[in-house]
């Protein structure tokens, strides 16, 4: 059961901060536009009338107000939260495709604007019919560098992003031939459908200019006025993320001391992924530190208690993974003051398939789970009488069969070790639940066992027995051994202080002279009224006070009811 939930949904495609929907939807916006606008080009490979029939629908959606509104809204929004982002960056690492992505960003608004004066601004302030005739005369072949540059510079930039949104999700690698095929194939077909329209266009004269002089001279100025007002504020922007990084190396610093030995000193200000680009540690970061992929989590060891709270985006990932309360994005939180970490995950080994999984237990996870140990008594001595055939096939019943009653409990079994069977209850739906469910499937396979003994009556000299103990607290929850890359393959299993001393409360048994062998923990946390047993205190290594317990001599014995009925039915009495 667990191994089935244990693959979790991927975070939607969208998933972070509020800015970073805002500028992923108006990017998705100005993609599609600029997708239309493609392939209306590519159909020049046909005819300018094909060209123009195309042209008269895009027109008729996008120059709508609806259309306008969001379109110029999208491509404002856009712009800002780019450039806001761009000056918020603390390091300048970063990978190639995120910085093809920022680079071609930033060059966009200067062709593209001279492109809008050029088109839609004549349309709408001369009255001149911006049809595919024009445009072609206009361009063609004056421009067609420029036209060629800007195709190229807005498909890129938008393909990154699209790649960036769209690599967690599960469906995206079956598919990704499909998009990379078509990433390269538009912009190719643009660009001939464009050249070859605008040589029919000149050859057979089909446009004369309709400007006059003012006219001319009023587009011209206005295309200069806007490539300095866009080199204006792209410069601002530079300069003050340049001036900020000066500035930043007179501020206060902060120690980041790293598991591994390593210590390096950042102003205040970055988060604890750019301070480790910054200074060449290592850190895992598959969605570029967009807070979605987990994988630049960290443990922090030291200086808990001064970081920020974690925001919405982060919180929500974390939850997701399950993570502990010390465990903490890299990519969103930055440190007012000396911290230690430890990356959880290897830096230059985590792939797009390993985040798709999204299987918190492949990483590992700490959680409150309810621990059973099962053995059955003397199986030494009765294995030592009997034909290895026989033994196999007695030992095979009762794992089965045991095995059955702890699934059908809401139990995961771990393990078999021998004639022992290990088992996890609480993993997916809370510890209380777990430990309910583990006091229900200890009663469940006593009733098992003394079934199976009448069953295996004729095969065996004296009936099984078997002992069970179960202690509930937190664990550490992995995937352990060696498995496939994903680790699809390998067994979920409990490791800790919790794993022991339930080991060692079924151990107690024999000593006890019992079937069963709870902790008081156990039964504090099902908040189950538990009758039948007979408390006691035992000793568990490495446990300074003893664990206080119930034991049971049969585990069917055991009454368990809720607070609430176990009220009910004193009151009831006379």
């Avoid at 002992?467 to 979920?492: E, F």
Wanted: net charge neutral; hydrophobic share 50%; glycine share 10%.
């Amino acid at each position: 059961m667990a191994d089935a939930d244990a693959v979790k949904v991927p975070p939607a495609p969208g998933a972070g901060s509020w800015r970073q929907k805002i500028r992923l939807y108006s990017g998705l916006v100005l993609f599609a536009f600029a997708a239309a606008h493609l392939v209306n080009h590519a159909l020049g490979l046909i005819s300018i009338d094909a060209m123009e029939a195309m042209r008269n629908v895009r027109t008729a959606i996008w120059r709508s107000p609806p259309g306008t509104i969001a379109l110029y809204g999208a491509l404002l929004l856009h712009i800002y939260f780019a450039l806001l982002k761009f000056v918020q960056r603390r390091g300048w690492r970063m990978t190639l495709w995120e910085a093809v992505q920022l680079v071609f960003g930033l060059a966009i608004p200067l062709l593209l604007l001279r492109h809008v004066l050029g088109t839609r601004m004549p349309h709408e302030i001369f009255g001149i019919d911006d049809n595919y005739a024009y445009a072609l005369w206009a361009m063609w072949p004056a421009e067609a560098y420029r036209q060629g540059a800007l195709i190229l510079i807005v498909w890129v930039h938008g393909c990154v992003g699209i790649h960036f949104w769209l690599r967690m999700a599960p469906w995206y690698r079956r598919f990704v031939w499909l998009l990379n095929g078509l990433a390269v194939t538009v912009p190719v077909l643009a660009f001939a459908g464009f050249a070859v329209a605008g040589r029919e266009a000149r050859a057979e004269g089909l446009y004369t200019s309709p400007y006059k002089r003012d006219q001319i001279e009023f587009i011209v100025g206005a295309m200069d006025t806007a490539l300095w007002a866009c080199l204006f504020v792209v410069g601002v922007a530079v300069v003050y993320r340049l001036g900020r990084s000066v500035f930043d190396r007179f501020r206060p610093t902060v120690k980041v001391a790293y598991a591994d030995g390593r210590t390096v000193t950042s102003e205040i200000g970055p988060t604890l992924l750019e301070i480790s680009r910054s200074n060449g540690v290592p850190h895992a970061s598959v969605c570029g530190g967009r807070a979605r992929c987990s994988t630049c989590r960290v443990r922090v060891l030291e200086g808990l208690e001064a970081l920020p709270e974690a925001g919405d985006a982060e919180r929500k990932v974390l939850e997701r993974v399950g993570a502990g309360a010390n465990v903490r994005l890299a990519c969103q939180v930055s440190p007012g003051s000396d911290v230690c970490v430890a990356t959880l995950l290897p830096a230059r080994q985590i792939t797009v398939t390993d985040v798709a999984v999204q299987d918190k237990y492949l990483w590992g996870v700490e959680q409150t789970v309810a621990i059973m140990f099962a053995d059955i008594r003397g199986f030494t001595a009765l294995s030592e009488a009997r034909l290895p055939y026989d033994v196999v096939f007695v030992l095979n019943q009762y794992l089965g069969q045991m095995s059955d009653a702890i699934s059908d409990s809401g139990g995961y079994v771990d393990k078999f070790i021998g004639d022992g069977i290990m088992a996890i209850f609480g993993m997916e739906r809370g510890a209380e639940e777990g430990a309910r469910n583990a006091l229900a499937a200890a009663r469940a396979m006593s009733g098992v066992l003394s079934a199976l003994n009448k069953s295996l009556a004729a095969d065996l000299d004296k009936p099984l027995n078997i002992g069970i103990g179960i202690h509930t607290g937190p664990a550490i929850l992995g995937r352990i051994g060696v498995g496939g890359a994903s680790g699809a393959t390998q067994r979920i299993t409990a490791l800790g202080d919790t794993v022991n001393t339930a080991s060692r409360l079924e151990s107690a048994c024999k000593e006890l002279t019992c079937q069963l062998v709870i902790s008081e923990t156990t039964v504090q946390v099902s908040g189950l009224s538990v009758a039948g047993g007979r408390p006691e205190r035992i000793a568990v290594k490495g446990r300074e006070e003893e664990v206080p317990i119930l034991a049971f001599g049969r585990a069917v014995d055991m009454e368990l009811e809720a607070p609430a009925e176990a009220e009910a039915a004193g009151s009831a009495a006379p």
